[in-house]
């Protein structure tokens, strides 16, 4: 199966942007409206709709059964917080932010569901808060910047790797290539490029795939 790339705060919801003063300078947006908005998820449900159709056209239920997602964001976002909270069947097996990289190769769906909302409803909350005791064995949370971070049996299937360590930024690239169901972007960056692209400069490009 193609693994559907939803770049889901761009072009689900055209003209709702996850910063409030770009709400607040949207004509189309009353600004009254923002807290809800936000607090709704309609971005996210928006998202989430479309990947539900495209698992239904493949014959696919992912409100009953599970999928193995990966994830650019984090719980204390909008889209992402609210996306990841959308099916109990979840299966995040790997995510990353701006300054970490979640790593959890065979996630309980209904625990890793309920650490996932509290986190959602913890104010500024990172992977970092994450209770360890809750990921899988081989899974932990990393800085992007690591030198080493170690790769399990089972998170070599998910990226299709042979390498036992690799540091932060090929840590990504792997994760952006990964053979699971669904890799949802609900964070900040564009992380695939076309094949007419030549190599990037730019550290914060470097992880492109």
């Not at 769906?109 to 990172?126: A, I, V």
């Not at 049996?153 to 952006?176: A, C, F, P, Q, Y």
Request: overall charge positive.
């Amino acid at each position: 199966m193609e693994i559907p790339r939803i770049i889901s705060n761009r072009f689900v919801a055209r003209g709702l942007n996850r910063s409030k003063n770009r709400y607040k300078t949207n004509p189309h947006i009353n600004p009254a409206n923002i807290p809800e908005i936000m607090e709704m998820g309609i971005t996210a449900r928006g998202a989430w709709e479309c990947i539900k159709r495209h698992f239904r056209e493949e014959g696919k239920n992912i409100q009953e059964e599970s999928i193995n997602v990966i994830g650019i964001g984090d719980m204390a976002g909008d889209v992402f917080g609210n996306g990841m909270l959308l099916s109990r069947k979840i299966k995040l097996v790997g995510a990353f932010n701006h300054l970490h990289i979640f790593l959890d190769p065979d996630p309980d769906t209904e625990l890793s569901f309920k650490e996932r909302t509290r986190l959602f409803n913890l104010p500024g909350s990172s992977w970092t808060d994450y209770k360890s005791e809750l990921i899988s064995d081989g899974g932990g949370v990393y800085l992007r910047s690591a030198k080493s971070i170690p790769v399990s049996d089972l998170m070599r299937r998910h990226l299709g790797t042979t390498k036992k360590s690799v540091n932060g930024e090929e840590m990504i690239r792997l994760l952006l290539k990964a053979g699971v169901d669904l890799l949802y972007n609900g964070g900040v960056g564009t992380y695939i490029k076309a094949k007419s692209e030549g190599k990037i400069g730019r550290a914060s490009c470097r992880e492109r795939v």
